[in-house]
C-alpha cells in the first residue's frame, strides 16, 4: 500500500496566478474602494453573465453561499411556511431556511443521482409548503423535470441549491431560483461568495437590498437586511479563477476518468457515476464498517484524507432530529458514501495509487 510523504487532502483551492493577481490589486489600491458594489464585482458580475450566458439583471453576488441562501429564500417569500427539502446536504441548505423561520420538511433521495426525490417530495405537500428545495448533489443533476411539474401544479417555488454545480450549463437557468457557492472548497471559488440566479429579474432589486443592511437611501432602511455584500478582493479572485475555468473542469474529468479505470468492475466500490461537473468523486462502500475502514485506513496507512460526505445526515443533527427516520435511501447511502480526494493540480499517477489503495483496504 502506498503511503504517502505529504498528506493528501479531500480537496485544495485553486490558485491562480499570483502577478496577475497582483495587477488586480494595483487597481484596486488605484480605485481606494474595497467593498459595497465596487469596480471589480461589477467586472466579476459581468464576466460570470457572459459565461453563464445569464443576463446581469437576474443574478446577484454575496460573500458566501450560506447567506445567498438565506437572502434568497428570504426575498422569495419562504418565512413562516415549509420547505420540502434533502437530509442529503451540507448543513447550510436547511440553516438558511430555519435562520429566516421556515421549516424543512425532509423527503427521501434516488438512490441514484443522490438527489431529493421528486416523488417523495411530492407526498409531502400540504397547504403550508412555500417551497422544494432540492440540492445537486456533488454536481449531480436533480430531476429538474420532475421538479418543475410540482412547481407548476402546486404553485410552490422550486430552489435549486446548487452549491456544487458550477460549469454545469444546462443547469444554470432552471427552477426560480439557484445558489451556487464559490468556497475555496469548491472547483471554482472566489476565496468565499456565492451566486443566485433568479428566474425573476424584479427580484434583484430586493437582493441588493437585502445583502446592504436592506438600506434603499441615506434616508432609507426598507427590511431586516444583512450585511452580505462580496468585496473587491473576493470578486478579483473570482475574475482570476473564471480565466481558467475550462481547465479546472477539465483536469476533474481526468481525476474522474482515473479513478473509473481502477474501480470499473469492482463489487466492492461503486463510483457514483452521476456528476456533470466531476466536483466530487463520492464512492459507495458495500456497508457503513467497510466505509468506516477505508477512511480511516486511508488516513493512517496512506496519509490521504477523505471525508465523509454527508455523514451524518441533517436529520441526525440537533435542530433537524424531527425528521429521523423518515428517510430510508438517504440514510444507508449516507453510511457508506466516502469522497475522495480530488483538486485541480493532483497528480493522476497519485490518483491512481489512491484508489489502488482503498481497493487494497477492501480486500
Ligand atoms: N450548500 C451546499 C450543498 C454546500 O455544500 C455548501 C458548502 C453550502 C450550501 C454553503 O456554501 P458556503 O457558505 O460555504 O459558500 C466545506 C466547506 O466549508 C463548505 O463550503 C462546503 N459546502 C462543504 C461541503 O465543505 P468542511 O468543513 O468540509 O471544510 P474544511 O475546512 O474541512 O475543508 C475541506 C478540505 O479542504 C480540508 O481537507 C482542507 C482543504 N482546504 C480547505 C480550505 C478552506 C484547503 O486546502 N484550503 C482551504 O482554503 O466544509
Redesign the pocket.
Known amino acids: 500500500m502506498k503511503r504517502f510523504d505529504k498528506p493528501i487532502?479531500?480537496?485544495?483551492?485553486y490558485l491562480p496566478d499570483l502577478e496577475e493577481v497582483k495587477k488586480g490589486c494595483d487597481e484596486i489600491w488605484e480605485n481606494q474602494w474595497l467593498t459595497n458594489n465596487g469596480p471589480m464585482l461589477k467586472k466579476f458580475q459581468k464576466a460570470l453573465s457572459e459565461y453563464l450566458c445569464v443576463p446581469e439583471t437576474n443574478m446577484a453576488l454575496f460573500n458566501?453561499?450560506?447567506l445567498a441562501?438565506e437572502l434568497g429564500y428570504y426575498a422569495m417569500g419562504l418565512s413562516g411556511g415549509d420547505v420540502i427539502t434533502t437530509p442529503f446536504?451540507?448543513v447550510?441548505?436547511s440553516h438558511a431556511l430555519k435562520r429566516i423561520g421556515a421549516t424543512p420538511i425532509f423527503a427521501d433521495i434516488d438512490p441514484e443521482t443522490l438527489c431529493l426525490d421528486p416523488a417523495k417530495a411530492e407526498k409531502l405537500i400540504t397547504p403550508r409548503t412555500k417551497a422544494i428545495v432540492p440540492?445537486h448533489?456533488y454536481g449531480n443533476a436533480c430531476d429538474v423535470d420532475g421538479f418543475e411539474r410540482l412547481g407548476e401544479k402546486y404553485g410552490v417555488k422550486i430552489i435549486y441549491?446548487a452549491?456544487?454545480a458550477f460549469g454545469v450549463k444546462p443547469l444554470v437557468v432552471c427552477g426560480d431560483m439557484s445558489m451556487y457557492?464559490?468556497?475555496?472548497?469548491k472547483l471554482f471559488h472566489s476565496c468565499?461568495g456565492?451566486l443566485l440566479v433568479f428566474k425573476d429579474e424584479t427580484v434583484q432589486e430586493k437582493l441588493f437590498e437585502l445583502r446592504n443592511f436592506a438600506i434603499r437611501s441615506e434616508m432609507e432602511c426598507v427590511d431586516v437586511g444583512s450585511n452580505a455584500k462580496m468585496n473587491e478582493l473576493q470578486a478579483l479572485m473570482g475574475l482570476e479563477c473564471l480565466k481558467k475555468i475550462d481547465c479546472l473542469l477539465d483536469y476533474r474529468q481526468k481525476i474522474y476518468m482515473a479513478y473509473k479505470e481502477v474501480f470499473d468492475g469492482c463489487d466492492s466500490v461503486k463510483l457514483i457515476d452521476k456528476s456533470c461537473n466531476k466536483a466530487y468523486v463520492p464512492v459507495l462502500l458495500k456497508d457503513f464498517v467497510a466505509r468506516e475502514r477505508v477512511y480511516t485506513e486511508l488516513q493512517e496507512k496512506c496519509n490521504v484524507?477523505s471525508?465523509r460526505?454527508f455523514y451524518p445526515l441533517l436529520t441526525d443533527f440537533a435542530p433537524y432530529v424531527y425528521g429521523q427516520r423518515c428517510c430510508p435511501i438517504a440514510e444507508d447511502l449516507a453510511s457508506r458514501v466516502l469522497a475522495l480526494p480530488t483538486y485541480y493540480g493532483l497528480p493522476i499517477e497519485d490518483v491512481k495509487s489512491i484508489a489502488e489503495n482503498v481497493l487494497e483496504i477492501v480486500g
Request: hydrophobic share 35%.
Open positions: 487532502l479531500v480537496t485544495r483551492p458566501n453561499g450560506t441562501l446536504t451540507f447550510a441548505t440540492v448533489v441549491d452549491a456544487h457557492s464559490f468556497h475555496p472548497t468565499e456565492g484524507f471525508r460526505y
